[in-house]
């Protein structure tokens, strides 16, 4: 059983950065790729980026690409999301997740989540 508790997000002005934190316990930390999505109001929850167990392959949505940066520190069991050049379509409650099985895109992939943590950008 893994849990994983975040940190960071908030409000933002438009252009500005955020960092997200997400440190995990239980389980071992380097057995799951690791991942996170969003929820805009009224929307489903979509994949934002996805990092590989040992922290060398990372993937992101295209929204996000050249913006944001998923990094892990598997001494630390924990996660990133650094969100620059923030927009307000960005604004959406951030979950991480640790991956089970299946692709890294897709949210029933992913076993463990996190409580979600609100980022708000304006213009």
């Known amino acids: 059983q893994v849990t994983l508790v975040q940190s960071g997000g908030g409000l933002a002005q438009a252009g500005d950065s955020l960092r997200l934190s997400c440190v995990a316990s239980?389980?071992?930390?380097?057995?799951?790729?690791m991942g996170w999505f969003r929820r805009a109001p009224g929307k489903e929850r979509l994949f934002v980026a996805a990092?590989?167990?040992?922290?060398?392959?990372?993937y992101y949505a295209d929204a996000v690409k050249g913006r944001f940066t998923i990094s892990r520190d598997n001494a630390k069991n924990t996660i990133y999301l650094q969100m620059n050049n923030l927009k307000p379509e960005d604004t959406a409650v951030y979950y991480c997740?640790?991956?089970?099985?299946?692709?890294?895109?897709?949210?029933?992939?992913?076993?463990?989540w996190g409580q979600g943590t609100q980022v708000a950008v304006s213009s």
């Open positions: 997740a640790a991956k089970n099985q299946g692709s890294l895109t897709f949210k029933g992939s992913y076993a463990y």
């Open positions: 990092i590989s167990k040992s922290g060398d392959m990372t």
């Open positions: 239980g389980g071992t930390f380097s057995d799951h790729s």
